[in-house]
């Protein structure tokens, strides 16, 4: 079973705006981490934002900010006044003390 | 640091081969993990190392894949023989030391394989 689903494949959102990118994950465990990565065009993953399970309050990277919700396993990404350099792939990620799994990522076009 | 480097960058092999991949971490990182990309099932883990020990390799796929890590700074991912459906990009990465779980992982930029 797939223990992260990013239920939208595509998305796009116009220059300066704001998108939400969602992902919810399912797990049994209490202390797990959440992370957001970006791939664009040049394939290189990098980390866009954390978040600790145990830690209610949301994680904000600048312009990127995460809605977590423990109860709902619900981890959403939001991007604020994007930018063209936001267009790429967005893959979330659950991780603890022995699972490792990526969703199938959401691609993320920005209109200018 | 030059972060994680994987070479090479672009593999074009014919069924059958043998495909040998590359990676060396960021030094100083302990963990170690190679990743699978394709359209169809995103990013897989195939298996991971700590302090050069394979720690859970329940992603290979099959017999075909093996994967080493003779020491902190190397590690390899073989397919023996390789077939079109291993046509994928593979990606190494690293992380620190300390609970692997909830350290960033650094990633290299990837190998794109294609077996003709």
């Known amino acids: 079973a797939q223990t992260v689903t990013q239920s939208q494949p595509e998305m796009s959102v116009q220059e300066a705006e704001t998108v939400t990118l969602s992902c919810t994950y399912d797990?049994?465990?209490?202390?797990?981490?959440l992370f957001w990565y970006k791939q664009p065009p040049s394939r290189q993953m990098i980390l866009v934002i954390r978040?600790?399970?145990?830690?209610?309050q949301n994680a904000t990277e600048n312009r990127f900010s995460v809605n977590f919700q423990k109860a709902a396993k619900s981890f959403s990404l939001k991007i604020s006044d994007s930018q063209l350099g936001d267009a790429a792939m967005y893959f979330c990620?659950?991780?603890?003390?022995?699972?490792?799994?990526f969703g199938t990522g959401t691609s993320l076009t920005v209109i200018p | 640091d030059a972060g994680v480097i994987q070479s090479p960058r672009h593999e074009v092999t014919e069924m059958g081969q043998e495909v040998t991949l590359r990676c060396k971490p960021i030094?100083?990182?302990?963990?170690l993990f190679w990743y699978r990309q394709t359209m169809m099932r995103g990013l897989e883990l195939l298996i991971y190392?700590?302090?050069?020990?394979?720690?859970?390799d329940s992603g290979m796929p099959e017999d075909r894949f093996s994967a080493k890590m003779p020491n902190a700074s190397f590690s390899t991912l073989k397919i023996q023989p390789s077939e079109p459906r291993d046509s994928a990009v593979y990606f190494c990465?690293?992380?620190?030391?300390?609970?692997?779980?909830?350290?960033?992982?650094?990633f290299g930029p990837g190998t794109r394989l294609t077996v003709l």
């Open positions: 978040q600790e399970a145990y830690k209610q």
């Open positions: 990620a659950y991780q603890d003390g022995s699972q490792f799994y």
């Open positions: 190392f700590n302090n050069n020990v394979p720690i859970d």
């Open positions: 030094s100083g990182h302990d963990y």
């Open positions: 797990t049994s465990e209490s202390d797990y981490y």
């Open positions: 990465a690293s992380s620190p030391p300390g609970p692997a779980w909830y350290n960033e992982q650094f």
